[in-house]
């Protein structure tokens, strides 16, 4: 339940980040418009799996991404104005099918709830300003089961803690945003146990060129030094869509590249990628 839940806090990082470069950029002069149209990761010069992209107007409908030995689609659906729902299906050659479906619903143009065909409900509620205040991990919601409590706060506009609880458990996790200049410095993540309270785990630290975040660096705290994980580059093109990102994965000798393909067009990717890139605090791949 932990998984599902940091993996969620994330992707509504992501989405935050997202909005604000979004309004950022939309200040930009502009003839064209773009949207994802396929993509393909590489080990090295070695392609291992890649990504296409469908559209009905200007919706997503359909994902489909596929590599040695398995395949993974992902379709979405607008039953209703408010409602978004996404099946996804991985077929392993060596490991028969996997499906899970999330439905999530809104009110206000903000999430208001995400339910999972595995029975877990994510509730989602917000300040007067409409930054989020809480997300609430639930099942059997008529019985009010509760996993995990993730609380916000914010100091001067800006998120600084989230505070993840457990109900009847004596152990939380906890995430801390630092800034400089007003942008994202840092985040050091937290875990507690009843035996030694509060103590580091990991941490990732944020550049920016201009308004975008150039660089992506995760650490493992080591005893009282910080050991690097994996450092990511980011880079755009001159109409400011992220076009490639290369991860350099510390005591491992070839890159892996993510190259993104763009076709003139508007689309409503950036929505669903941050419900579905659960676990990334990075620049998605997006324009306006």
């Given amino acids: 339940m932990k998984r599902i839940n940091i993996k969620l806090l994330a992707a509504v990082f992501a989405f935050l980040m997202v909005i604000s470069a979004c309004k950022k950029d939309e200040e930009k002069p502009s003839n064209s418009f773009y949207r994802l149209s396929s993509e393909k990761i590489l080990t090295g010069q070695q392609q291992t799996s890649s990504a296409s992209y469908e559209y009905n107007g200007d919706k997503l409908i359909r994902k489909f991404l596929s590599g040695d030995g398995w395949s993974e689609e992902t379709l979405i659906s607008?039953?209703?104005?408010?409602?978004?729902?996404?099946?996804?299906?991985?077929?392993?050659?060596?490991?028969?099918?996997?499906?899970?479906?999330?439905?999530?619903?809104?009110?206000?143009?903000?999430?208001?709830?995400?339910?999972?065909?595995?029975?877990?409900?994510?509730?989602?509620?917000?300040?007067?300003?409409?930054?989020?205040?809480?997300?609430?991990?639930?099942?059997?919601?008529?019985?009010?089961?509760?996993?995990?409590?993730?609380?916000?706060?914010?100091?001067?506009?800006?998120?600084?803690?989230?505070?993840?609880?457990?109900?009847?458990?004596?152990?939380?996790?906890?995430?801390?945003?630092?800034?400089?200049?007003?942008?994202?410095?840092?985040?050091?993540?937290?875990?507690?146990?009843?035996?030694?309270?509060?103590?580091?785990?990991?941490?990732?630290?944020?550049?920016?060129t201009d308004s975008a975040i150039s660089n992506i660096t995760h650490y493992y705290k080591n005893m009282d030094s910080w050991d690097k994980s994996i450092s990511s580059d980011y880079i755009y093109d001159l109409h400011g869509n992220l076009i490639r990102v290369e991860k350099t994965y510390i005591g491992q000798a070839e890159k892996e590249i993510t190259e993104y393909t763009y076709e003139n067009g508007s689309g409503n990717y950036q929505q669903i990628f941050s419900l579905l890139v659960y676990n990334k605090l990075e620049p998605l791949p997006v324009k306006k």
Avoid at 91 to 110: N, P, R
Avoid at 179 to 193: F, G, R, S
């Fill in 78 to 208: 607008y039953p209703e104005e408010n409602k978004i729902i996404v099946s996804e299906t991985r077929i392993y050659d060596q490991a028969g099918t996997y499906q899970k479906t999330l439905e999530i619903s809104y009110s206000d143009s903000k999430v208001k709830n995400i339910y999972h065909n595995t029975g877990l409900w994510e509730l989602f509620y917000y300040n007067s300003d409409g930054t989020i205040n809480k997300i609430v991990d639930s099942a059997y919601i008529e019985i009010g089961i509760i996993f995990e409590i993730a609380n916000y706060s914010y100091e001067e506009g800006k998120l600084i803690q989230v505070l993840k609880e457990s109900p009847g458990y004596q152990n939380g996790a906890k995430s801390e945003y630092y800034y400089e200049n007003n942008k994202l410095k840092e985040i050091v993540e937290y875990i507690e146990t009843p035996d030694q309270g509060w103590f580091v785990m990991e941490k990732n630290t944020f550049i920016f």
